[in-house]
C-alpha cells in the first residue's frame, strides 16, 4: 500500500511541476481511481477535482472507436 501512495504523490508532483500535461487512459478507469483516492485519502480534493474539470484526462478507447466508426 505504501508504494502505491508513493506512486500517487509522485504524479501529482508531476502534475504540479506541468499543468498542462494530459494522462491518457484507454477506458474511464483513471478519472474513477482519483475520485476513490481522493475520497479515501480526504487529500488533494482541490488539485484532483482541478484536474478532472480541466479535461486533461484523454479517453484513447473514445478516440479509436469515433475514428473507426467515421
Known amino acids: 500500500m505504501a508504494q ?3 506512486r ?3 504524479g ?19 478519472p474513477g481511481a482519483l475520485k476513490r483516492l481522493m ?5 488533494r480534493e482541490d488539485e484532483v477535482d482541478r484536474m478532472l474539470r480541466a479535461g486533461l484526462f484523454v ?7 469515433h475514428a473507426v466508426i467515421k
Do not use: F, K, M, T
Not at 59 to 65: F, G, I, K, T
Open 4 to 6: 502505491i501512495d508513493q
Open 8 to 10: 500517487d504523490r509522485a
Open 12 to 30: 501529482l508532483e508531476r502534475w504540479r511541476q506541468h499543468p498542462g500535461l494530459n494522462i491518457y487512459q484507454y477506458a474511464p478507469h483513471e
Open 39 to 43: 475520497g479515501r485519502y480526504a487529500s
Open 59 to 65: 479517453d484513447l478507447y473514445a478516440v479509436v472507436r
